[in-house]
């Protein structure tokens, strides 16, 4: 199994630009989530999707981010425009979401932007 | 507003020595808790769990104890290895939905 796939691993762009963060879940996982590190806030859930649905978005920061999973097997996440306070690390994971209250999360290597 | 707190921010111990991690909650519908380790420019990847109807979980030379009552988890390494060194998260779940601390730095020195 690949893991988690993310693209591309480092995105260097210019205030104002529009990005697109890329995700492709573990093949047979129904829920896909985005995460942002700071150094300042760790570990912020941004969204999270069941079954291709997006079920909480509440940690969007604001308008600027947008996500979508079109399909099982991928999902992106766009922050147009973008400004430089959104460098960070984006980790998308996935899991197997059951009855439980529990599913294990796996991660992606991440995508370190820096916006100049 | 930060559900789970990692007040330390660093942790440098001897190698061989016991290593201790500690993890506040304020929100009590959590019923999950999970260490995640992290190494650079890697994603985070899972250590070990705890149900909140337990208040011990042991696996090799990782210990999770959680304390209820006191909303508080620690994480204990014994012995510490070299290749511990590594940003830990703490996370509690609720219904799937985890929300992660802000994470340790672990230096395990020879």
């Known amino acids: 199994d690949a893991g988690v796939i993310q693209s591309p691993r480092h995105e260097v762009t210019e205030m104002g630009q529009e990005v697109t963060l890329r995700c492709k879940p573990i093949?047979?996982?129904?829920?896909l989530f985005w995460y942002r590190q700071t150094m300042m806030r760790g570990l912020e859930l941004l969204i999270y999707f069941n079954n291709n649905v997006p079920i909480d978005d509440s940690g969007m920061p604001e308008d600027r981010f947008s996500a979508k999973m079109p399909n099982a097997s991928f999902s992106t996440l766009k922050i147009q425009p973008s400004e430089p306070r959104d460098s960070a690390v984006y980790f998308c994971?996935?899991?197997?979401?059951?009855?439980?209250?529990?599913?294990?999360?796996?991660f992606g290597p991440g995508t370190r932007l820096t916006v100049l | 507003d930060q559900q789970v707190k990692q007040n330390s921010p660093s942790l440098s111990v001897q190698e061989g020595r016991i290593s201790i991690l500690n993890c506040d909650y304020t929100?009590?519908?959590?019923?999950?808790f999970l260490w995640y380790k992290k190494y650079p420019a890697e994603g985070p990847t899972f250590l070990i769990s705890?149900?909140?109807?337990?208040d011990k979980n042991e696996d090799g030379r990782f210990t999770v104890f959680l304390n209820k009552s006191a909303k508080h988890l620690s994480l204990h390494i014994v012995p510490s290895q070299p290749g511990d060194s590594a940003v830990y998260f703490c996370?509690?779940?609720?219904?799937?939905?985890?929300?992660f601390g802000a994470g340790t730095q672990v230096v395990v020195t020879p």
């Open positions: 996370a509690a779940s609720s219904w799937g939905k985890f929300q």
């Open positions: 093949s047979g996982h129904n829920s």
């Open positions: 929100n009590s519908m959590f019923d999950y």
């Open positions: 705890i149900s909140s109807i337990k």
């Open positions: 994971a996935s899991s197997i979401q059951g009855t439980s209250s529990y599913n294990e999360q796996f």
